[in-house]
Nanobody, 117 residues
């Protein structure tokens, strides 16, 4: 059974930081491209960051997040991470973990990140 379970979200003040995590199970984690997406109320889901196979493969980041987020993975622990710094209210959204390989496309349930004073 494929599972992607996000953690680390919550309420943070503007300028603050959060580290999201995603625990994966039920599939060959190391052979999947992993990513984070987010969806704000009334908006479409959008890419935050992706990371390819093995931690040395180049990462991609959404323009709105460049310089403020770092995506990383630990294949031994089957974990995906997203370090987010200098958060602003525009980053408020439901954040999703994604695993993709060919036609296989898995999603977590999402975790809420709220940036507010």
């Amino acid at each position: 059974q494929v599972q992607l379970v996000e953690g680390g979200g919550g309420l943070v003040q503007p300028g603050g930081s959060l580290r999201l995590s995603c625990a994966a199970s039920g599939f060959s984690f190391s052979s999947f491209i992993m990513g984070w997406y987010r969806q704000a109320p009334g908006k479409e889901r959008e890419l935050v960051a992706t990371i390819g196979l093995r931690d040395t493969v180049p990462r991609t980041y959404a323009d709105a997040m460049k310089g403020r987020v770092i995506i990383s993975r630990n294949d031994e622990k089957k974990m995906l991470y997203l370090q987010m710094d200098r958060l602003n209210p525009g980053d408020t959204a439901l954040y999703f973990c994604n695993a993709r390989r060919g036609e296989d496309d898995y999603w977590g349930q999402g975790i809420q990140v709220t940036v507010s004073s």
